[in-house]
């Protein structure tokens, strides 16, 4: 499975983007994705997940109510919608794949497959 992320730019506090992770190759096999995001200077940390099937989606409390994850099957793509950011929202985001259902989905250990990265960048 390869992953392409894509969306990230330079948006004002209180903007909006939209990332973008296309899946390629054995899309047959993903069972659940998810977002990360790693700041400078920081571990990576879970944002959101959902089932492939597009359903179950999960959110860090931190981005409740502001992101929201969605999944487009017949384009095999994973999306992540951010609202109202935040400079605390800076990061390289990125998208993963879990093809077994194994370890917690919030953590990035339970991914097999990873994208690129995507950097967001929030001014004030």
């Known amino acids: 499975v390869q992953l392409q992320a894509s969306g990230g730019g330079l948006v004002q506090a209180g903007g909006s983007l939209r990332l973008s992770c296309a899946a390629s190759?054995?899309?047959?096999?993903?069972?659940?994705m998810g977002w990360f995001r790693q700041a400078p200077g920081k571990e990576r940390e879970f944002v959101a997940g959902?089932?492939?099937?597009?359903?179950?989606?999960y959110y860090v409390d931190s981005v409740k109510g502001r992101f929201t994850i969605s999944v487009d099957n017949a384009k095999n793509t994973v999306c992540l919608q951010l609202n109202s950011l935040k400079s605390e929202n800076t990061a390289v985001y990125y998208c993963?794949?879990?093809?077994?259902?194994?370890?917690?989905?919030?953590?990035?250990?339970?991914?097999?497959?990873w994208g690129q990265g995507t950097l967001v960048t929030v001014s004030s």
């Open positions: 993963a794949a879990d093809i077994s259902y194994y370890g917690n989905p919030t953590t990035s250990g339970a991914y097999e497959y």
């Open positions: 959902i089932r492939w099937s597009g359903s179950n989606a």
């Open positions: 190759g054995r899309t047959f096999s993903l069972l659940y």
